[in-house]
Antibody, heavy 122, light 107 residues
Framework: QVQLQESGPGLVKPSQTLSLTCNVS??????????WNWIRQPAGKGLEWIGR???????SYNPSLKGRVTISVDTSKNQFSLKLSSVTAADTAVYYC??????????????WGQGTTVTVSS | DIQMTQSPSSLSASVGDRVTITCRAS??????LAWFQQKPGKAPKSLIY???NLQSGVPSKFSGSGSGTDFTLTIRSLQPEDFATYYC?????????FGQGTKLEIK
């Protein structure tokens, strides 16, 4: 089964761009019918879906992030990435990557990374 | 956006009990509904997809039902490892949205 592992800086300055990578092992990121997702969770709060990318490269994002988010795939490295620009303290959270399989991701987000904590502070 | 409302927000129960958590969508989502279990400091774990289908390896003590706007997660014969926070999530339309969570605590 696919395994996921997030990586990236744990501290980002306000107004800068948060960049995280999710490494995919045990399978190919180019596999058909896989959607690659990012989700975040502020400390003590609930889950927020950030967006997802399909194998073809098509993306869907949460409008609440007001156009600050970009998700991309690097097939040569078998990983996908999240970039969130113009960050503020409100973007401080644990960030998870997750995969969803099946037509339109019908089987749900069944594999998750362990999560990585990102703090936005000067 | 589709709003997902879970009830109750918290629930106390005893080992051996059967509990039910409800999730209501602000508009119809067919059966594109998932349930997750999250323990402190851990990533969410997928329990159910398609409203009623158990993920591989999830014990049959967990069951889901519903379609349209009203959904339930039932856990029977609670064990200590079941005490956690549970989230529903709709993935029928963008943005995919989660319920606020239900914290299941030991009585």
């Amino acid at each position: 089964q696919v395994q996921l592992q997030e990586s990236g800086p744990g501290l980002v300055k306000p107004s800068q761009t948060l960049s995280l990578t999710c490494n995919v092992s045990g399978g190919s990121i180019s596999s058909d019918s896989y959607y690659w997702n990012w989700i975040r969770q502020p400390a003590g709060k609930g889950l927020e879906w950030i967006g997802r990318i399909y194998t073809s490269g098509s993306t869907s994002y949460n409008p609440s992030l007001k156009g600050r988010v970009t998700i991309s795939v690097d097939t040569s490295k078998n990983q996908f990435s999240l970039k969130l620009s113009s960050v503020t303290a409100a973007d401080t959270a644990v960030y998870y990557c997750a995969s969803a399989s099946g037509y339109l991701g019908y089987f749900g987000m069944d594999v998750w990374g362990q999560g990585t904590t990102v703090t936005v502070s000067s | 956006d589709i709003q997902m409302t879970q009830s109750p927000s918290s629930l106390s129960a005893s080992v051996g009990d059967r509990v039910t958590i409800t999730c209501r969508a602000s508009q119809g989502i067919s059966n594109y509904l998932a349930w997750f279990q999250q323990k402190p400091g851990k990533a969410p774990k997928s329990l159910i997809y398609g409203a009623s289908n158990l993920q591989s390896g999830v014990p049959s003590k967990f069951s889901g039902s519903g379609s349209g706007t009203d959904f339930t997660l039932t856990i029977r014969s609670l064990q200590p490892e079941d005490f956690a926070t549970y989230y529903c999530q709709q993935y029928n339309s963008y943005p995919h949205t989660f319920g606020q969570g239900t914290k299941l605590e030991i009585k």
